[in-house]
């Protein structure tokens, strides 16, 4: 340790006299309760197949504290899977997770007299709730990602399994082949094969500097996995001795190294959530122009599912998160410090001489893909740009989110009669029902994160998606929040929501509601099928204003209660604090 810097451990030990005693009673030894102590604290669970396989990875964090003269502390907040909430009321509870999943990381961290620690996760709210832990608690800290599954059978992913079960439910699907697909659409553990939240959220871990080099999306069943879970366990100790806090790392360069990372990956819109409230937990404002601003110049480079045709685990045979860094070398703040405790720089440098590179390529020469058509170069990138942008106008004030990459060129522009729904479970059934009709806007609302939580408007889309009389005409616009899986034309995160009095609360069927991505904008800009000058669509608004109530509160016990109480808004992350 530094000459003169006593360990927050030892330092409490003077004065709680209890607490050896109590670990003592777990078998520590005397030896032990003078060592840095790591906490080690993981999603670890049987929700699902991103979590449960996080045993041998804690055992071996466990090895390289110890190997290091630590002694680790080991802990568990596990998570749901977004997957297995989907399509019942178990999803509102997706995003606040993520919040308390947070605070019990903080409790576990600051409670007990912890120096540093180690977070193991992999998943949609796991991994963003572990990066607002580090943020928050700045003790000594590294991110160890989850890794990803290995690919089903000839590419199939469970996001198909939405679309193939509404075409069982048409009758127009045997049931036989649903099953077949679901037999074989998750063949090991890990986050699921493409480039939705989880994979998103690992890449972002890595790219803020909180994460080594290369660890994020990692195919879970390669032992290289357990080499990086010993080899955090020995660095933490290193950030220990050193000092190095989340807060000297996370600083806004390493947020815009992020959002860069986030444009080339063409990832989730669940990042334009997440990363403000990390931002936040250190004293950054990120602002969703921040998004736009970056997204405009920087190419979608990862050629990966869903939008793309391979899965996140060959993005790793391609070099991963530092071969993707090396494309954007120049446009990226690489003396931006990391958890290795050198800069981004220095980490590329000493990447590029490593073995690192020829290893993880050997493996798309085993299936004989090569790495451009994985991870496109700068000079011909898979997209001209970012896949996100920002919407506003009338119906969307303080903003909207369109991960544009993934909508047809056609849609770039529309203007269609809006189909209004307070809830995507009556969405849903007309779509199924096929009421919905190629050029409308279907508007969902009530689904914002005061009203229900934020859940995924997945099924709704996903339904539009394989549909092809809809999927390159008829647009989704909520105030909820879409899947990573989701492509097509959908507007989320449609801010002031609906049950806060927003704009959207007001439209009504016939609305002609205009998506204008290349000038981003979201509006009104008709009444009853008819176009009207924006003063006469203000004036309509300000008269349904008037007669506007607000819905009876759809949760009134429990933590959605709570939620639905102090939730900040979509344009700044929906926090629960």
């Keep these: 340790m530094p000459t003169g810097r006593e360990l927050r451990s030892q330092r409490l030990r003077r004065v709680n006299f209890q607490g050896d005693a109590l670990r003592l009673g777990m078998n520590w030894t005397e030896e032990d309760l003078a060592k840095p102590q790591v906490l080690v604290d993981s999603a670890y669970g049987h929700g699902h197949p991103g979590t449960f396989h996080f045993r041998p990875l804690i055992e071996e964090v466990s090895n390289g504290v110890f190997e290091s003269g630590g002694k680790p502390g080991v802990f568990t907040v596990s998570d749901i899977c977004d997957g297995v909430a989907q399509?019942?009321?178990?999803?509102?509870?997706?995003?606040?997770?993520?919040?308390?999943?947070?605070?019990?990381?903080?409790?576990?961290a600051l409670g007990h007299p912890h120096d540093?620690?180690?977070?193991?996760?992999?998943?949609?709210?796991?991994?963003?709730?572990?990066?607002?832990?580090?943020?928050?608690?700045?003790?000594?800290?590294?991110?160890?990602?989850?890794?990803?599954?290995?690919?089903?059978?000839?590419?199939?992913?469970?996001?198909?399994?939405?679309?193939?079960?509404?075409?069982?439910?048409?009758?127009?699907?045997?049931p036989e082949e649903l099953e077949h697909a679901q037999s074989i659409a998750c063949p090991t553990c890990g986050a699921c094969q493409f480039m939705r939240s989880a994979s998103t959220g690992q890449v972002l871990a890595e790219a803020l500097g909180l994460a080594l080099p290369g660890s994020a999306l990692i195919p879970v069943p390669l032992t290289r996995h357990l080499r990086f879970a010993?080899?955090?366990?020995?660095?933490?100790?290193?950030?220990?001795?050193?000092?190095?806090?989340?807060?000297?790392?996370?600083t806004r360069e390493a947020f815009e190294n992020a959002i860069v990372l986030h444009a080339a990956i063409g990832g989730s819109t669940n990042a334009l959530l997440h990363l403000p409230v990390i931002a936040r937990e250190v004293g950054i404002e990120l602002r969703l122009e921040d998004f736009d601003?970056?997204?405009?110049?920087?190419?979608?480079?990862?050629?990966?599912?869903t939008t793309g045709r391979y899965p996140v685990e060959y993005l790793w045979y391609a070099g991963g998160v530092p071969a993707v860094m090396l494309e954007l070398r120049d446009i990226l703040h690489l003396d931006c410090l990391t958890v290795t405790g050198k800069t981004l720089g220095e980490n590329l440098s000493n990447i590029e001489r490593s073995g690192f590179f020829e290893e993880t390529r050997g493996y798309l020469n085993n299936v004989k893909v090569t790495r451009n058509e994985v991870l496109r170069p700068r000079a011909d990138p898979f997209g001209p740009e970012g896949g996100i942008a920002i919407l506003r106008g009338n119906l969307a004030p303080s903003g909207a989110v369109v991960k544009y990459f993934s909508v047809p060129p056609e849609m770039h522009v529309h203007v269609g009669p809006a189909r209004v729904f307070d809830s995507e479970d009556s969405a849903?059934?007309?779509?199924?029902?096929r009421e919905i009709k190629p050029g409308d806007v279907v508007v969902i609302r009530y689904e914002g994160p005061r009203a229900n939580g934020?859940?995924?408007?997945?099924?709704?889309?996903?339904?539009?998606?394989?549909?092809?009389?809809?999927?390159?005409?008829?647009?989704?616009?909520?105030?909820?929040?879409?899947?990573?899986?989701?492509?097509?034309?959908?507007?989320?995160h449609v801010s002031p929501e609906a049950s806060e009095g927003g704009p959207i609360a007001l439209v009504e069927d016939g609305d002609l509601i205009e998506i204008h991505i290349p000038e981003r904008r979201l509006a009104v800009v008709g009444i009853d099928g008819q176009r009207c000058t924006s003063e006469q669509v203000d004036q309509v608004l300000a008269e349904r204003r008037e007669r506007w109530n607000p819905p009876p509160q759809r949760h009134t016990t429990g933590i959605?209660?709570?939620?639905?109480?102090?939730?900040?808004?979509?344009?700044v992350g929906a926090p629960l604090t």
């Design 87 to 108: 399509a019942h009321a178990g999803m509102s509870y997706s995003l606040v997770s993520r919040d308390v999943m947070a605070a019990m990381i903080e409790i576990h």
């Design 116 to 174: 540093g620690m180690v977070l193991i996760s992999g998943n949609d709210k796991s991994v963003p709730a572990h990066l607002m832990a580090i943020a928050r608690c700045n003790l000594p800290a590294i991110h160890l990602p989850g890794g990803t599954q290995l690919n089903g059978p000839d590419y199939v992913t469970s996001d198909q399994m939405w679309a193939m079960g509404a075409a069982v439910q048409r009758g127009e699907l045997p």
């Design 230 to 250: 010993r080899l955090v366990g020995k660095q933490v100790l290193k950030l220990i001795a050193e000092d190095i806090t989340p807060r000297r790392i996370l």
């Design 293 to 305: 601003r970056i997204h405009r110049r920087v190419p979608v480079l990862a050629n990966a599912k």
């Design 428 to 433: 849903t059934h007309a779509l199924l029902a």
């Design 454 to 492: 934020m859940p995924e408007m997945y099924f709704a889309t996903a339904i539009i998606a394989a549909d092809p009389a809809l999927n390159t005409s008829t647009a989704v616009v909520t105030d909820g929040r879409y899947s990573g899986a989701a492509k097509g034309p959908a507007v989320g």
């Design 560 to 571: 959605l209660s709570l939620f639905a109480r102090v939730a900040g808004g979509s344009d």
